[in-house]
């Protein structure tokens, strides 16, 4: 499950691509088909492209028995047919990359570089540093920076249920480049922007997530819990991150456009850090608060609420 739950956060006019489809189905490989991943490979089956889920040895065989199972607010309930295997064996048009942080580096063994072909990668992961290794894996002009906003969880192999009445993704980069990967999901329901400016699509993202992570985790509360029972901290926090944020390039950071988002919330939402907590599974702590700290110290930005609370939770998990 992704937490990024709200739509743009800066007044930037990014573009919107426009719902041409694509009128020869595409060969797409999904690594990591959970919450995020198997939201999406569901979509692009039914919308009639060849899909290749990349998972462990009982994923795969589930997803190879009995497809995948979507329950979704925006688009309904419905059975997708996949492939599954443990690895990458032939070439494909697009890789979207879904695994969690903490399982980065062992999910791209199943990826091998010349297995791809000239098929473009799109990370879908929160944070902002794994950009680097996957440009050193796969090079440079072949990674797509992106960032999705979506909420979607996996309660079991193949079973995804879709809470949020969007799917939204971001691609970073020349617009002529990127537009056909952008046509691929928009032909499968997703709405699709392209920024220039890959700075821009990873800290707007960021600036929300990590306040929305750190203390949803660190209080074991719901979002409505923090912004009524911890609202000087939230605001606190995301003062900081957005100061993080404009001095990494993102100018149009808007820390009140982002506390009236969290208003907006349903009061039950959790972030999926707060979700791995609670289910004993390791925390994305170092890809987003980790992350965070990293990029203050380089830029000279004090961020006192954010150091303790990433403290705090390097301590008790």
Not at 122 to 135: C, D, I, Q
Not at 233 to 247: K, Q, S
């Amino acid at each position: 499950m992704t937490d990024d739950l709200t739509d743009d956060l800066t007044d930037d006019p990014t573009d919107i691509l426009s719902d041409d489809r694509p009128t020869t189905p595409r060969t797409i490989a999904v690594l990591g088909p959970g919450g995020v991943g198997g939201l999406l490979a569901a979509l692009l089956s039914r919308a009639g492209h060849r899909v290749v889920c990349l998972a462990g040895d009982a994923t795969a065989e589930a997803l190879r028995a009995g497809g995948i199972t979507v329950r979704s607010a925006q688009f309904g309930a419905f059975d997708a047919r996949v492939e599954a295997d443990t690895a990458l064996r032939g070439p494909v048009d697009l890789c979207l990359v879904a695994v969690k942080h903490t399982a980065l580096e062992a999910a791209l063994d199943r990826v091998p570089a010349e297995a791809l072909g000239e098929g473009l990668v799109v990370p879908l992961l929160n944070g902002v540093e794994h950009l680097a290794p996957l440009r050193e894996r796969f090079g440079a002009g072949r990674v797509v920076p992106a960032a999705i906003r979506v909420e979607s969880t996996r309660t079991a192999p193949g079973v995804i249920e879709h809470g949020s009445p969007f799917t939204e993704v971001d691609l970073a980069g020349p617009a002529d480049r990127l537009a056909p990967p952008a046509a691929l999901l928009t032909s499968a329901g997703v709405r699709v922007r392209v920024d220039a400016d890959e700075d821009a699509v990873l800290w707007t993202k960021l600036a929300f997530l990590a306040p929305f992570a750190l203390l949803t985790t660190r209080h074991r509360l719901p979002i409505g819990g923090i912004r009524t029972e911890r609202r000087a901290e939230l605001a606190a926090l995301v003062a900081e991150t957005t100061a993080v944020g404009r001095a990494c390039g993102t100018a149009d950071l808007d820390a009140d456009l982002i506390l009236a988002r969290y208003d907006a919330f349903p009061p039950e939402a959790k972030s999926s850090m707060l979700r791995d907590a609670e289910a004993g599974r390791p925390l994305e702590l170092e890809a987003i608060g980790g992350a965070l700290l990293r990029a203050a110290e380089r830029h000279g930005v004090p961020v006192p609420v954010a150091t303790r609370l990433v403290a705090e939770l390097s301590a008790i998990r």
